[in-house]
Structure formats: C-alpha cells, structure tokens
Antibody, heavy 120, light 110 residues
Framework: QVLLQESGPGLVRPSETLSLTCTVS????????WSWIRQSPGKGLEWIGN???????NYNPSLKSRLTISVDTSKNHFSLNLSFVTAADTAVYFC??????????????WGQGTLVTVSS | QSALTQPRSVSGSPGQSVTISCTGT?????????VSWYQQHPGKAPKVLIY???RRPSGVPDRFSGSKSDNTASLTISGLQAEDEADYYC??????????FGGGTKLTVL
C-alpha cells in the first residue's frame, strides 16, 4: 500500500519561499506521476502541478511564475517550492499520486495534508 | 483556467438518491472523458469515488455513479447513508497536462 506524507514548515513569512516535501513509502516513486494540490481554509481544491519521475513538470498557469516542483528518486520523494508567498497562499497542501496503470487523470492516494500559514 | 461550477449544497434523506452537477467548458469537461469525483470528510484528505467519468476504483460502493453530457458531469449517490454526508469535488483534465477542480458541494443527509 502506497502512503504519502507531506512535511515542511507550518509558518512562512510573506515574500519568502514555501518549501514542502512529499515522501512516498510502500512503493517506488518511479513509474508514476505525482501531484501537489492545495485547499485554502474553508475553500475548494486547487491543482498546483504535476511531476513525472523523470523530472518533467506541468504547472497551474496561475502559479507557474512562482512555482518549482522537483523529484529525488534516490530519496523517494518530490518537493514543492512556491516563492514570494502572500496570505493568499495559506492553505492545506496535499500531495497525491496521479492515477495508476493505463488511467492517470485522477488522484489517488493522497497524503494527509499539511497546513501552511503565511504570516509575519 | 476557471474552476468548474458545482452547487454549493445538496441534501437528501437516507435511502434517497441525490445528483451533484459539475459544469465546465469545451476546454475541459466537454472535450475530455477524464472527470473524477472526490469525497472529503472534515479534516480528512479527499478520497476518489469516480474516475474517467464513470469508472469506480475497487472498494468504492456501486451506490456511487458518474456520467457526463456535453460540458456537464454528474455524480449520483443512491441509497443515501448518514456517512455520505461530506463535501464532494469534481475534477477535469483541462489539456496540456493541467487539471481544474470544482468549487465543491456540501451534501447534507437529513
């Protein structure tokens, strides 16, 4: 059973960079694609971006200029860096696997999520 | 890339059926048969119920079903149970390897 666990600071100051890591256990990060999704307090879900284990990425156009997603197959984890954050970036950040087998346009499983608050 | 449109809330009594709609555009729902649905209980991570419009992952009860017509996808929950009370989100592939979610629908079981 593949499990995902997000980790990183819970508080980030405005204009700084938000950095999170998603560690994959119970399976290899290779072979699949991986995603970051966030949920602002009391709001809906927002897709952030995907990364293939080869390192190829796809980003939400609204975040692209501030966003970097990377992968480290040796550590079986992938990471999110979002620069120049504002209060609007306060959210629960989830990592997830992008589908499996021949169908990859869905998200399962998900990590439990980690709350990141942007505040001075 | 605008969020898909879902009703803010729906409700139903135990045993009844409810349908949640998800309206997109010809750039997402209308073009791609890659709509998925997620159930989220308070404080928990979302759980997939439906993928590729109408396919159910193993372990998801057949009370949950999905469909699509033109730019609108739908999730139907039949035989409502108390534990179905949750938030529900649709998601669509939107081309160029991007995705868009709906705003979410709160289901109340009366």
């Amino acid at each position: 059973q593949v499990l995902l666990q997000e980790s990183g600071p819970g508080l980030v100051r405005p204009s700084e960079t938000l950095s999170l890591t998603c560690t994959v256990s119970g399976g290899s990060l290779s072979t699949y694609q991986w995603s970051w999704i966030r949920q602002s307090p009391g709001k809906g879900l927002e897709w952030i971006g995907n990364i293939h284990y080869s390192g190829n990425t796809n980003y939400n156009p609204s975040l692209k200029s501030r966003l970097t997603i990377s992968v480290d197959t040796s550590k079986n984890h992938f990471s999110l860096n979002l620069s120049f954050v504002t209060a609007a970036d306060t959210a629960v950040y989830f990592c997830a696997r992008r589908g499996s087998g021949t169908s990859i346009n869905w998200f399962d499983p998900w990590g439990q999520g980690t709350l990141v608050t942007v505040s001075s | 890339q605008s969020a898909l449109t879902q009703p803010r809330s729906v409700s139903g009594s135990p045993g009844q059926s409810v349908t949640i709609s998800c309206t997109g555009t010809s750039s997402d729902v209308g073009t791609y048969n890659f709509v998925s649905w997620y159930q989220q209980h308070p404080g928990k991570a979302p759980k997939v119920l439906i993928y590729d419009v109408n396919r159910r992952p193993s372990g998801v009860p057949d009370r949950f079903s999905g469909s699509k017509s033109d730019n609108t996808a739908s999730l139907t929950i039949s035989g409502l149970q108390a534990e179905d009370e949750a938030d529900y989100y649709c998601c669509s592939f939107a081309g160029s390897y991007t995705f868009v979610f709906g705003g979410g629908t709160k289901l109340t079981v009366l």
